[in-house]
């Protein structure tokens, strides 16, 4: 097996086929049994430090920002973040300072608002170190792979690209059409948080809308925890059995938080909370600033309800379900500031 | 006299005018949104538009904020998975794709991940995205960029995203879809294409009231000048009203 | 690139990615427009002798009968069959002398029902030749590698087994464990029937219960054909566009038939009907049978719905209805034969 | 005294002991699903089943006709797809797998593919549908036949799905996963494992009133038999009757 090239890239969140395969049967329960506990719960014994985090959704959409939120909460340290598509949800975690290094398809920025201080800062003065390059595809052909219980997929980009160099892929010839195809490495990550619209006590759940990487994320993940905003009855999934994303023996816990993705949008329910983001994105420009956000935000509130109170309780939630229903318009901090 | 647009909305306009009715489009957030969403209001009712996150087909209702964003699927013929569009792209099914760049070379060899070493980042940028799979799989990309000396370079400091690498055949050399490449440039100051012998950076049209030497001034490497370089058309005050009725924020067209 | 095995299976519908996707460029459409035509006209576009074609569902559950019924009226020849869970719809294809060459995961069998005598004696005897041998798993994940617009998919299964001489698969060292893995190549059929409960003048398809392989296939395939329940407006697909299975660009040709899929399951629509079924299995006993059947239920009807007057009409069509809510028990000649 | 119950009860019960609550299995069509089904109404309320064609964890009303009929979805936690569930299989995440076999050799390699040369099929049989991949993925496999001299050969004419190959060591050898294989046999005469240190056929259990001459008799080859052989459990009334309940046609379980 002539290796042509490879990257420099590290290996993170491999395992051996065999050796996944031998947990998954010691540790993956195929038992059908409530799931149900805290979000507190579900971080305390599922995200020791030093874990492979992922996230699904889409770096601010249909984020677990409950789960996001649990782990700053608990001060869990020298995690490494799987940067797939990641947006606010890693920008937070690196400024909290619970993540220390990450491999990068997308970070550090924020799309339509711009670069994100508090990430790009941590990473240029070193405090979080880029350990791989990829790109979006290739990430979630990593959770394919992994889906499958396969050591790679094959792909065709990342070739000739610095990317490819400081990726974990492996270049080969092949033996079908004779030339070179990329192979990048599966990854399963310790533990995956996703935030769904509804499922049932055991884990079985519905998503609206684009799934993103969620499908082969879930069953990628070592340990996955769903937030939801609604626990729904079991009936309620089996009349519809289409529908469901993600069967519940991937699942390892299910915590209900009506909101949980707050400040990010969650499709058909609430738009992304602007002004809020906007307060993040103009504290987190000073490192005083971070502290004075997750002192607020998060160490300084009991919950999430209570949070979601200090952002604006009942009256902030009804505009920010209209916005999405395209019922009112969207205003930010940010826009105002480019008038 | 003082044109009555903005740069950014010659930008758009001019690249919208690149896509083809009945074809489709990777699209990427920001300018690569209302461009291609401009072209479906004018000349490309049926232009087929893509979104990363899934959203195939959309009927956007106005501009989104990611390219994860619900306005991505609105009224779509699909709301799939990035595995779906990925595959499918990568499967050949996709005629346009754009990108944004912060340098590029004269190869159009895109970096939008680090300025610097990679381990020590003078300024960090945030990597790959889908740009690395868009400039791979989607047969032609489309570039939008800010021209500038440090920007237009000889060598850019990580190729991110393929553009021609090192010249003609080495992306088929390097295992990349055959056949595929950047296609256009679209910079504050002109359109290029590439040129077909050499896959070097080629102007094809002024902005109005640019001159050649403005083009060249804001470039490290030599741009190839042919002997015939025309204009492009300025943005029609109905294209301008179709702007803001696309980006009634001004999110990214500007106020 | 070193080969440690490979098998002698003919490598059927693979092509070189670069030409696949310089023949998706040129042939597929991109453009939304009203695909609607007749059975008849769609065979003969898009079904040329020799084409390797493939059929979506599950052997005799949502199959495209409809299709199947007018490549037999058309007395469409030499075809090859992707054997792919192959039931109900290649006994008859075989039987009525299309198909000569097949590559089979499961094929010659109808399951509950017993083998299948006229397949079979077509195999037996040479008729029809078996050119190469997979399993249903590694079936799908050549269309999944098809879809993706990769040469092959790694696998982790044939290994060590005729299976695997007979096929069209290699095995090599993976570059990251070690261990042998097979690499099963991509597979593109020429045309590819399938049927839906319902879709769009466009082509945009849902499917209601288990997609099976048709995500894959409908992907992997160079022209498809829908046969549709019914064909409802656009904007009820647009209303719930993650239910969208199928998007418009991928099909080709869309042909509106109610009960399409008879004598197969239709999900949740009608059951099989054993007494057709019954009656094929007992007349294809012989050739004499064999030539019976088809000149009294393709050659000797005008239309699907003249075939359907035929079989039962509207009664028995109620009574499948019923059987398949679970509101009338089923009955089966092969049945009583038993008892 | 003749029984009061039929080699097709005794396989689906003894068979359905086999599977553990809470633990998931890979179902074919026929005496595997009864024997799953039965397993739901007594011993494993919370068995769950897998159907190739996607059916995962269905509350099956009626034995199916089909794995893929809509039976195999009825009120399930997902109608999911073949690449989901032959993914999660070959991942791990499925205990036991069912397998029928035409024949088998001594170290329960499976042959359904053809019986003679396979260019020149004396028999064609259906080929590896999905049991190459329940025999390759499924950590214990359990075989369901009938047992013959011409069924349990020294040599099948071809490994469609494989047994532990050559011996111990074999499959891992040839790169399949580790430290699954077949499990059980259960024929009408008898109820077998592997013995760990040769992976050959040795019999565990005989089903009432069946002696050890008519268990070697009925095979080709040489079948361990150990000090102890036990003896299997008949079904119960209560069984019986379950069984009628599930296969109330009796399409696989008889009249």
Redo the contacts between chains.
């Keep these: ?3 042509l090239s490879e990257g420099c890239g590290e290996l993170i969140g ?1 395992h ?3 050796e ?6 010691a540790n ?6 409530d799931k149900r506990m805290t979000i507190a719960d579900a971080v305390e014994e599922y995200v020791p430090d030093g874990a492979l985090v992922a996230l699904g ?5 249909r984020v677990s920002m409950a789960g996001v939120y649990e782990i700053i909460r608990q001060r869990k340290k020298h995690l490494t973040l799987a ?1 797939k ?1 990641a ?1 606010h949800d890693s920008d937070i975690l690196i400024g909290a300072g619970c993540v220390d290094r990450i491999e ?6 924020h ?3 711009g ?1 994100s201080p508090a990430s ?1 800062r941590a ?2 003065t ?1 405090q979080c ?2 350990v791989a ?6 990430y ?2 990593r959770f ?1 792979a ?18 490819l160099k ?1 990726s974990s892929a ?8 004779g ?5 990048v ?1 599966a990854c399963y990550p310790d533990v995956v948080f996703m935030h769904v619209p509804r499922c049932d006590m ?1 884990g ?1 759940a519905q ?10 994320l879930a ?1 990628a993940a070592r340990r996955l925890i769903l937030t939801t905003e609604e626990i729904v009855p079991e009936s309620e ?3 519809q ?2 529908q ?1 994303a993600i ?3 991937f699942v390892d816990a299910v915590v209900e938080v009506p909101y949980g993705s707050h400040p990010c ?1 969650m ?2 329910l609430y738009f ?1 909370d ?1 002004e809020h983001i906007g307060e993040w994105l103009r504290m987190s420009k000073s490192l005083e600033g971070v502290k004075e956000y997750f002192d607020k935000y998060v160490y300084g509130v009991k919950d999430f309800t209570d949070y979601l109170e200090l952002v604006g309780g009942l009256r902030k939630l009804d505009y920010l379900k209209k916005v ?1 229903q ?1 019922r009112a ?4 901090p940010w ?1 105002k500031k ?2 | 006299m003082k044109a009555d647009y903005t740069a950014t909305e010659l930008l758009a306009t001019v690249a919208s005018k690149v896509l083809e009715d009945g074809k489709s489009v990777f699209v990427g957030t920001g300018l690569p949104m209302i461009a291609s969403m401009l072209a479906q209001r004018t000349h490309a009712p049926n232009l087929l538009i893509i979104f990363e996150a899934g959203g195939i087909g959309p009927r956007v209702p106005v501009l989104p904020i990611s390219v994860g964003d619900s306005r991505t699927f609105h009224e779509a013929a699909a709301a799939s998975t990035m595995h779906d569009v990925m595959s499918l792209s990568q499967a050949g099914y996709v005629d346009y794709g754009f990108l944004g760049a912060a340098m590029i070379d004269w190869y159009g060899n895109i970096n939008t991940t680090v300025i610097g070493e990679h381990d020590h980042p003078k300024v960090r940028l945030p990597g790959s995205g889908g740009a690395n799979d868009v400039g791979s799989f989607c047969w032609r990309t489309i570039l939008l960029m800010r021209q500038e000396k440090r920007r237009f370079l000889k060598k850019v400091d990580f190729i991110t995203t393929p553009g021609y690498l090192t010249g003609p055949g080495a992306r088929e050399k390097a295992g990349l879809p055959a056949g595929a490449g950047p296609y256009r440039v679209i910079t504050q100051l002109g359109l290029y294409d590439f040129d077909e012998a050499t896959k070097r950076l080629k102007l094809l049209a002024v902005h109005p009231g640019v001159t050649i030497e403005q083009i060249q001034d804001n470039s490290e490497f030599e741009i190839l000048i042919p002997d015939h370089v025309g204009t492009t058309e300025p943005p029609t005050p109905e294209e301008r009203r179709l702007l803001r009725e696309i980006d009634p924020t001004g999110m990214a067209i500007g106020k």
């Design positions: 097996m002539k290796v491999w051996d086929p065999d996944h395969r031998a947990w998954v049967r993956k329960s195929r038992d059908l049994k959704g889409f770096g601010h959409v940067g598509t947006v990068v398809a997308y970070a550090f920025g799309e339509m608002r670069l790009r990473v240029e070193g170190k880029v390059e990829l790109s979006n595809a290739v979630q052909w394919l992994a889906m499958m219980g396969l050591p790679f997929i094959p792909t065709r980009n990342m070739l000739g690209t610095d990317t400081y492996k270049v080969i010839k092949d033996p079908f059409s030339k070179p195809i990329c192979l490495p055991y079985n998503i609206d809308g684009t799934i993103i990487e969620d499908f082969e069953r999934i089996r009349r059995p289409w469901t069967p519940f023996f949008q499709p058909y992304f602007e999405e395209l318009p969207m205003t930010a826009l480019r008038g």
